[in-house]
């Protein structure tokens, strides 16, 4: 099991500034569960922290959280402490392997799937109050087209959608593109291919996806890459390891590795976000 300890107390030690540096906000979303998305964020942030990036994950899947037993982790509090008054984010806030930081969702608890929008805010105003010298924050959404799902998608720089060879898997995915488009004004998004047996597999998913967003949308969908079917995923999920921890050598991991050096390697984004101000400063925007 991973280390799993309350860092309020070493927050200040560890975080120290990188003057001039943008932080990466980056949410990695999907139509359909299943796919592989918790996963996916596990193994980036372990990724981003042995590059020397302080990273700290948001686990958006506020009725559903399960970041904790990915990362092998048994945290004392979650995000239902904060949203009820018990606790701060500071107070819950855990460190995972490598360092990776994060902030736990409730498990089970269905008030927390439709949070208010003042209280998803002040989420996110507490949020940057105690992220000021991270490098990378992965906001992992719930599945789908909820409320949820799509606020902590808007507020993100980075949109990445993630996708299966399952036909739904597909058209879901396209749904919630649709949905941040039209709703919340997004145009540039990433896609990343989960589960696929060659890199002409997920060119061709990516593909398919292109034609029905050029016709019916007037988005920016860029190819990120894709992740091979691996049986040491699920061997890893299965005992709450890191694939690219324990498994470096494996196709996946080696996957994983490169969509994290091409996070790390997209131009700096400008992209607004839903929440204004309150994000405009972590972001270096002067708001919109």
């Known amino acids: 099991m991973a280390e799993d300890e309350n860092v309020s107390k070493v927050i200040p030690f560890m975080m120290r500034q990188k003057r001039g540096k943008q932080k990466r906000v980056i949410a990695i979303t999907s139509g359909k569960g299943g796919v592989g998305k918790t996963n996916l964020v596990a193994n980036l942030a372990y990724a981003f922290v042995e590059r020397k990036e302080r990273t700290l994950i948001l686990d958006a899947d506020l009725g559903l959280g399960n970041i904790d037993v990915i990362l092998g982790l048994t945290p004392k509090y979650n995000l239902s ?163 690219v921890k324990d498994f470096p050598e494996s196709v996946a991991s080696k996957c994983f590795l490169t969509l994290a050096d091409k996070l790390l390697s997209l131009p700096e984004t400008q992209e607004a976000s839903e929440s204004g101000l309150v994000w405009g400063s972590l972001m270096g925007l002067n708001g919109s």
């Open 81 to 243: 402490h904060v949203v009820g008054g018990q606790k701060s984010l500071e107070e819950i806030l855990v460190k995972g392997p490598g360092g990776i930081l994060v902030l736990p969702a409730s498990s089970g608890i269905e008030e927390m799937a439709n949070l208010s929008r003042n209280q998803k805010l002040m989420i996110l105003k507490d949020l940057e109050q105690i992220i000021e010298d991270i490098d990378v924050v992965l906001i992992d959404t719930a599945a789908g087209i909820s409320s949820n799902v799509m606020y902590f998608n808007s507020v993100a720089q980075n949109i990445i959608v993630l996708v299966s060879p399952e036909p739904t898997s597909i058209t879901d995915a396209y749904a919630v593109i649709k949905l941040l488009f039209t709703k919340y004004r997004r145009e540039k998004f990433y896609l990343a291919c989960n589960f696929v047996r060659s890199s002409k597999e997920g060119i061709e998913i990516y593909r398919q996806l292109r034609l029905v967003t050029d016709r019916f949308l007037q988005i920016d969908l860029k190819y990120l890459g894709h992740i091979f079917l691996d049986d040491n995923v699920p061997t890893c999920v299965k005992w709450q390891k890191i694939l």
